[in-house]
């Protein structure tokens, strides 16, 4: 009596160990599908965060202690160049001029497309890098050209003046490219580059 009630089971195995089997694998891609799923969702999100970040903080790359130094017979100017936004930027494009001006001559501002002059490098907040730019000129020839302290606007006549100018073009997280000009007179009182704040257009990041 045993023997034939056990048969019929023992004839039905193969089939439930395949029903069991598929259930399982089944089972298994339905876990895997649902771990993928999640992945993508939080790369995703982790993606969409990390872009809201960078569009609500930015690099903003700006030049600091501009002052002229005698290297030898050469008279370079040192200046450095600061991150004071609130994330990591990178420097793409740059140029940089330390030269003179002459009484009314129109002065055309250095462009930095296509230019790196500065190199290729990345500052994070509050980052700096020190950096020193030669003039083309040597010191004794600097000195015959332009009258130290005239930089002012008197009367019509702007004077001769020493002058650092350049641009500089940064990216952020997201690939924005901002733009940083600058323009610096030298001052003979101040020993050192300054602002010329008669002249908004010479000194600005966008």
Same mark, same amino acid.
């Given at each position: 009596?045993?023997?034939? $009630?056990?048969?019929?089971?023992?004839?039905? !195995? =193969?089939?439930?160990?395949?029903? *069991?089997?598929?259930? $399982?694998?089944?089972?298994?891609?339905?876990?895997?599908?649902?771990?993928?799923?999640? #992945?993508?969702?939080?790369?995703?999100?982790?993606?969409?965060?990390?872009?809201?970040?960078?569009?609500? #903080?930015?690099?903003?790359?700006?030049?600091?202690?501009?002052?002229?130094?005698?290297?030898?017979?050469?008279? /370079?100017?040192?200046?450095?160049? /600061?991150? /004071?936004?609130?994330?990591? %930027?990178?420097?793409?494009?740059?140029?940089?001029?330390?030269?003179?001006?002459?009484?009314?001559?129109?002065?055309?501002?250095?462009? !930095?497309?296509?230019?790196?002059?500065? %190199?290729?490098?990345?500052?994070? =907040?509050?980052?700096?890098?020190?950096?020193?730019? =030669? @003039?083309?000129?040597? $010191?004794?020839? /600097?000195?015959?050209?332009?009258? =130290?302290?005239?930089?002012?606007?008197?009367?019509?006549?702007?004077?001769?003046?020493? @002058?650092?100018?350049?641009?500089?073009?940064? !990216?952020?997280?997201?690939?924005?490219?901002?733009?940083?000009?600058?323009?610096?007179? @030298? !001052?003979?009182?101040?020993?050192?580059?300054?602002?010329?704040?008669?002249?908004?257009? @010479?000194?600005? *990041?966008?």
């Amino acid at each position: 009596m045993f023997v034939e $009630i056990t048969r019929p089971l023992n004839d039905l !195995s =193969p089939l439930i160990t395949a029903i *069991a089997t598929g259930v $399982i694998a089944i089972y298994t891609l339905t876990l895997a599908r649902v771990g993928r799923d999640q #992945h993508t969702a939080a790369m995703e999100a982790l993606g969409l965060g990390r872009a809201e970040f960078n569009a609500t #903080h930015r690099p903003k790359f700006i030049v600091r202690d501009v002052f002229p130094e005698e290297m030898g017979s050469q008279l /370079v100017v040192r200046f450095t160049v /600061v991150n /004071v936004g609130d994330a990591t %930027g990178r420097l793409e494009e740059s140029s940089r001029l330390v030269g003179a001006q002459f009484g009314n001559q129109l002065f055309i501002h250095p462009r !930095s497309f296509g230019k790196r002059e500065m %190199g290729v490098f990345s500052l994070a =907040p509050g980052e700096f890098k020190e950096m020193v730019c =030669p @003039y083309e000129r040597t $010191i004794g020839e /600097v000195i015959k050209t332009f009258k =130290p302290g005239a930089w002012f606007k008197d009367e019509g006549d702007v004077g001769s003046f020493a @002058y650092f100018a350049g641009a500089m073009v940064y !990216s952020d997280g997201n690939g924005l490219r901002r733009r940083t000009v600058f323009r610096r007179i @030298y !001052s003979e009182a101040h020993k050192r580059y300054l602002r010329d704040e008669t002249d908004t257009e @010479y000194d600005y *990041a966008d």
